[in-house]
């Protein structure tokens, strides 16, 4: 069965569970009184238990990064391309481990969730939370798995925040830390997107104030909204261009002169926003955008990046890439400048691509090599 | 590891162990990888070039990749022992400004470049009245990267302006090897010039 799949696959994944009893306290205040986190693991953690690599999601993702779920399929996990024998993070020498974060809506403990408390889903009761509140849960599942120290963080966007922050709270655990296409906070642009996709899913009315599950519906038409506003920030001018242009869709390249569709960006992202509804929790989205909106390690060293960075103990690889304007090259220096004012071990690559901030999911050449290299050098150190 | 080139060899003569370096333009990392394994160096490289990212990340040396001619604004003053730049200076814009902001980043610093007094390459000018091309000027003047090209007087005339002391100076043939008799006329008889240099006090 397994020979179904592409050699540099890791193929048929299973998804494990594991369900944690005691409370996790939040950066809110609150606390998760019981969860449960969803991950896969690819690749054989050595004897030394030295060689895990942790990958964390982005805003959209989850834990099924790699491989496939059955053998029909249609689409590997989120990032195939960096995942797998052979490539950037190398199943025959790491250990790796991918997770659903608390509240997101792929069978890790989220607002679609039961509040043990009351019985009922949790829907816009389930307590915000923050990057650092994901990392206390997974530091949580490192212990369970015995990884006392990771060889490596890994992620992108969002997924990078979450490994940067790894490298503030718990120095000693983090060997290398992989920041791909990030920033150190969010811009009052970059939260001002968010507030206008949070406020297409708020005044959609199948929302219910966050309990459309007991309606038995979903804000289909919010959520969408979301995700197409979120999806012209993840490509470039050049990119939409390149692949749209002025395309007219449909009817021989007539005008309707209606509000029908009229060219294929719009098809596109229409059909973005829909395939997003059947896949994507609203009350989740709200919660991820938060999330990215909280995110400021240096807003308690007085917002000196550098303070907050002051005790980490690992060595960075920062990557952007030139197109990026969600989180442009110039965000990534910020995390650069502030590591080299501290004489932190850190390399910094800026790659040239057109696709914006998409890119970081994508199978660039000189990307991947960036990665290839790193990571090499990563499993000799560690003995993978 | 394989032999390092003998200008690096001269460069690593003169950085301190256990001294902070930061290298500009670095290609592949050789210069810094050496210094880190055999003198103890911490530091950093900057490099344009994607391939010569990757190499550095190899080499295991810590690569920030940057175009020189933004400035070096992310470094703060007095940050690094030495300030090392090999072959790129007559590659850059501003190599004034840039000399500038070595000595401000760095206690020291250390260049390396084409000697554009070199008699052959006068005779080429004189004789042929042809852009010269040597060893050490292997390109055709359309597309040279090497846009600023200067003598070691014309260097050392900088130095003075700028308030720099030098405190070291080598001349090399194309091969970078040390040949005795380029000492007594190092304008004309110095393919590639080597100086170490400080803020005059």
Redesign the interface.
């Known amino acids: 069965m397994s020979n179904t799949f592409p050699a540099d696959s890791v193929g048929l994944v299973v998804p494990k569970t594991h369900h944690f009893h005691e409370p996790l306290p939040l950066d809110s205040g609150r606390e998760l009184p019981e969860y449960q986190l969803v991950y896969e693991t690819y690749g054989e953690l050595n004897q030394d238990r030295s060689n895990a690599i942790l990958v964390c999601h982005a805003l959209s993702g989850d834990h099924h990064a790699a491989g496939y779920h059955s053998p029909t399929d249609r689409k590997p996990g989120w990032w195939e391309s960096c995942i797998g024998p052979g490539k950037p993070i190398d199943t025959n020498r790491f250990f790796v481990v991918s997770l659903n974060n608390i509240g997101g809506c792929s069978g890790s403990t989220g607002p679609a969730s039961i509040n043990p408390r009351t019985g009922e889903r949790y829907g816009p009761d389930f307590p915000i939370v923050t990057v650092a509140d994901w990392v206390r849960s997974q530091a949580r599942l490192a212990d369970v798995l015995g990884i006392d120290c990771w060889a490596a963080v890994v992620g992108g966007s969002l997924g990078a925040m979450q490994c940067l922050q790894w490298a503030i709270d718990y120095p000693d655990r983090v060997r290398h830390a992989l920041l791909i296409a990030t920033a150190p906070k969010l811009s009052a642009q970059n939260i001002a997107f968010n507030e206008v996709a949070r406020q297409a899913i708020l005044s959609d009315p199948d929302f219910h104030d966050g309990r459309y599950l007991e309606h038995g519906t979903v804000p289909r038409r919010g959520l969408a909204l979301a995700r197409m506003l979120g999806h012209i920030t993840y490509l470039s001018d050049d990119a939409m261009r390149a692949k749209f242009g002025r395309e007219p869709r449909g009817t021989a390249g007539k005008l309707s002169f209606s509000f029908d569709i009229d060219f294929e960006v719009e098809s596109y992202l229409r059909y973005q926003g829909q395939s997003f509804v059947e896949r994507f929790d609203a009350n989740t989205y709200l919660l991820m955008t938060k999330a990215l909106d909280y995110f400021d390690p240096a807003a308690k060293h007085n917002h000196d990046l550098s303070a907050a960075l002051a005790h980490v103990q690992a060595?960075f690889?920062v990557v952007s890439f030139t197109s990026d304007w969600r989180f442009a090259p110039s965000r990534s220096?910020e995390i650069?400048?502030a590591l080299?004012?501290g004489?932190k071990?850190?390399?910094?690559?800026?790659?040239?691509a057109p696709h914006g901030h998409d890119a970081f999911l994508l199978p660039i050449p000189?990307y991947l090599?960036?990665l290839q290299?790193?990571l090499?050098?990563v499993a000799e150190e560690v003995g993978a | 590891m394989s032999e390092l080139r003998a200008d690096l060899a001269i460069i690593s003569e003169w950085i301190e162990p256990g001294s902070r370096v930061l290298d500009l333009g670095c290609g592949d990392g050789a210069l810094l990888k050496y210094l880190q394994e055999e003198r103890g160096v911490s530091g950093y490289g900057l490099e344009i070039d994607p391939a010569n990212v990757v190499a550095c990340i190899r080499n295991g040396v810590d690569v920030i990749q940057t175009d020189l001619d933004a400035g070096l604004n992310d470094f703060d003053p007095d940050s690094f022992d030495y300030v090392v730049m090999t072959h790129t200076l007559q590659a850059v814009s501003y190599p004034h400004r840039l000399i500038s902001e070595m000595l401000r980043i760095g206690r020291q610093g250390i260049v390396t470049f084409p000697n554009f007094g070199y008699w052959r390459v006068r005779l080429q000018l004189a004789l042929k009245g042809r852009m010269p091309m040597s060893g050490a000027l292997p390109h055709k003047w359309y597309d040279t990267p090497n846009i600023r090209l200067c003598t070691l007087r014309d260097f050392e005339a900088l130095c003075r302006q700028q308030g720099i002391r030098i405190l070291e100076r080598r001349v090399l043939d194309h091969a970078h090897h040390e040949q005795a008799f380029s000492r007594l006329l190092p304008n004309l008889l110095g393919e590639i010039a080597m100086y170490r240099f400080e803020r005059a006090a």
């Open positions: 060595s690889l220096r650069v400048r080299l004012d004489d071990d850190v390399t910094y690559a800026e790659i040239d000189a090599d960036v290299a790193y090499e050098q």
